[in-house]
T-cell receptor, first 116, second 109 residues
Framework: DTGVSQNPRHKITKRGQNVTFRCDPI?????LYWYRQTLGQGPEFLTY????????KSRLLSDRFSAERPKGSFSTLEIQRTEQGDSAMYLC??????????????FGEGSRLTVL | LAKTTQPISMDSYEGQEVNITCSHN???????ITWYQQFPSQGPRFIIQ???TKVTNEVASLFIPADRKSSTLSLPRVSLSDTAVYYC??????????FGTGTRLTVIP
């Protein structure tokens, strides 16, 4: 499968613990995006990378959240000191050079986080 | 970001054509109109995109009137597998897309 891959698919953690999600975009896609989706709502933008540079961050991305894309390939999203309000599906998407500006994103299946 | 308004839910019988209309009164000159489909526990999937008039692909058609203040996604002869949430998005760039709550389409046998 050459689609966007996200791991783990499910994560259950206790409040206060740190969690990290990984996203492997489609090969040669230089743009990578993180979104968060809660039940009954549409995805909400968190952050965007072009190659290794993090170019945009939402106000939703509090100080407890950090995203990296060190070599311009895979990306990680870390949540420190998790809170119950962090429970959501975390979606990663990627897009190829030149197409990111037309809105066609390729999403992974998401990583579902449950904070107890 | 231009906001969109679309019905919360729609029901349709199998085999019928389904039209979902989206209002975007504040659409800007450089904005494109994009529709995504999302099944439960999956990420959204791109369906179609347009700027003006009509766009058709193997899955759907998108009708955009001259004033571009609305758009209609048309799904021909829906099947049970088309039951999903459909999102209408309006944006100039893909960096920061606003999905809203979408339209929940239920196809009935």
């Amino acid at each position: 499968d050459t689609g966007v891959s996200q791991n783990p698919r499910h994560k259950i953690t206790k409040r206060g613990q740190n969690v990290t999600f990984r996203c492997d975009p489609i090969s040669e896609h230089n743009r990578l995006y993180w979104y968060r989706q809660t039940l009954g709502q549409g995805p909400e933008f968190l952050t965007y990378f072009q190659n290794e540079a993090q170019l945009e961050k939402s106000r939703l991305l509090s100080d407890r959240f950090s995203a990296e894309r060190p070599k311009g390939s895979f990306s990680t999203l870390e949540i420190q000191r998790t809170e119950q309000g962090d429970s959501a599906m975390y979606l990663c998407a990627s897009s190829p050079p030149g197409q990111g500006y037309t809105g066609e994103l390729f999403f992974g299946e998401g990583s579902r986080l449950t904070v107890l | 970001l231009a906001k969109t308004t679309q019905p919360i839910s729609m029901d349709s019988y199998e085999g019928q054509e389904v039209n979902i209309t989206c209002s975007h009164n504040n659409i800007a000159t450089n904005d494109y109109i994009t529709w995504y489909q999302q099944f439960p526990s999956q990420g959204p999937r791109f369906i179609i995109q347009g700027y003006k008039t009509k766009v058709t692909n193997e899955v759907a058609s998108l009708f955009i009137p001259a004033d571009r203040k609305s758009s209609t996604l048309s799904l021909p002869r829906v099947s049970l597998s088309d039951t999903a949430v459909y999102y209408c998005l309006v944006s100039e760039r893909a960096n920061n897309l606003f999905f809203g709550t979408g339209t929940r389409l239920t196809v009935i046998p």
